[in-house]
């Protein structure tokens, strides 16, 4: 029973490595985009990147919503 208890030790300790490494992957993506308020900030703010991944999102939506209504004048 001792070496069953090992396998699932070691698999443990692998898969707690990993949600911990994906994890800090995440937190730093997210750094590029949106700092968190710390020490006496009480807001946090967007980055130069995240402002303009905002007005590309703003964009696509603007162009995908004038494509869905052209579309749809073309079939009437």
């Known amino acids: 029973m001792d070496i069953i208890q090992v396998i699932f ?3 443990r300790s692998a898969v ?3 949600v911990s490494t994906l994890t800090s992957a995440i937190s730093g993506i997210t750094e590029l985009f949106y ?3 710390s020490g006496t900030e009480t807001t946090g703010h ?3 990147l995240g402002v303009l991944l905002l007005i590309a999102a703003g964009v696509g939506l603007v162009y995908w919503a004038f494509r869905l209504i052209k579309g749809l004048i ?3």
């Open 74 to 76: 073309k079939r009437a």
């Open 16 to 18: 707690t490595s990993f």
């Open 35 to 37: 700092v968190a308020p």
């Open 46 to 48: 967007m980055t130069f």
């Open 9 to 11: 030790e070691v698999i």
